[in-house]
C-alpha cells in the first residue's frame, strides 16, 4: 500500500466523561450510550466486536450483534457448532468491544458467558425473518465449503421443506449471554486526553476507577 496511513488523523471534540456523569452503575451507563448511539446513527448501532481464545491461547475477534442486554448481561446468537461456540465450550472468557465514531465513544466489556434458556432461544428464533431462520439451519456455520452454490442449494432445500410451514429452531442454535465483570467507558477528547472511566465488579458492587488515555 502506497498511500500514507500516518496523514489519517482527526481530533476528538466531544464533551469530557467525569465521574459525576459516569455514576456508579455501569450497566445504567451503556444504556445511555447505547440509546444516544442508536439515535447518532441507525447503522448497526448494536455492532460488537466478540473476542473468544482457542485451544492454543490465540485470539479471535468477528464482529456480531447484541440482541438483548438485560440484568442477566449482554446477549447474542449463533450457531453452537461454529468456531466461536467450539471456543466459548473450552473457555467460556471472552469480551465485546463497542465502537460509536459518531460520538467517538467506545465501550469494553469483559467477563463469562453461558448459553441462555433453551425456551429464550427458540423465541427469539421465531421472531427473526424466514430468510434469517432457513439461513440458519441451512449454514454449518465455520465449516469449509466447496463453493457459494453448495450453500444455495443447501438452502433451496431447507426452503422447500419448510414450505408453507414454521421454520423450527436448530438445536445446534441458540443464544449467549456475557455475565459482565469489567467494563470500560472510553470517551474521545481532544489532543488524545481521552476519557477512560472503568468498571471492576466486586461481590455486588461496581469499584469505578479512571485510566489514563
Known amino acids: 500500500m502506497n498511500r500514507d496511513l500516518h496523514s489519517i488523523r482527526r481530533d476528538y471534540q466531544f464533551d469530557g466523561l467525569l465521574e459525576e456523569h459516569a455514576g456508579n452503575d455501569p450497566l445504567a451507563l451503556f444504556d445511555t450510550w447505547l440509546e444516544k448511539a442508536i439515535e447518532a446513527s441507525p447503522d448497526d448501532p448494536t455492532a460488537m466486536v466478540l473476542s473468544t481464545v482457542d485451544s492454543d491461547g490465540w485470539p479471535h475477534s468477528r464482529v456480531v450483534l447484541l440482541k438483548q442486554r438485560n440484568d442477566s448481561g449482554f446477549s447474542f446468537f449463533t450457531n453452537y457448532d461454529s468456531e466461536k461456540g467450539q471456543q466459548l465450550a473450552l473457555n467460556n472468557k471472552a469480551s465485546m468491544t463497542f ?8 465501550v469494553r466489556i469483559e467477563g463469562t458467558v453461558e448459553k441462555v434458556a433453551r425456551d429464550v432461544s427458540e423465541s427469539y428464533f421465531a421472531s427473526r425473518p424466514r430468510g434469517s431462520q432457513l439461513a440458519a439451519r441451512t449454514s454449518k456455520q465455520s465449516a469449509i465449503i466447496a463453493n457459494r452454490e453448495v ?11 419448510f414450505h408453507e410451514q414454521e421454520v ?5 442454535w441458540g443464544g449467549y449471554v456475557l455475565k459482565p465483570k469489567f467494563i470500560e467507558f472510553w470517551q474521545g477528547r481532544p489532543s488524545r486526553l481521552h476519557d477512560r472511566i ?9 469499584l469505578r476507577t479512571r485510566k489514563a488515555p
Open 168 to 172: 423450527p429452531c436448530p438445536e445446534n
Open 198 to 206: 472503568c468498571f471492576t465488579q466486586q461481590d455486588s458492587d461496581w
Open 151 to 161: 450453500l444455495q442449494a443447501a438452502f433451496n432445500e431447507e426452503e422447500q421443506a
Open 99 to 106: 465502537f460509536w465514531p459518531a460520538l467517538s465513544r467506545q
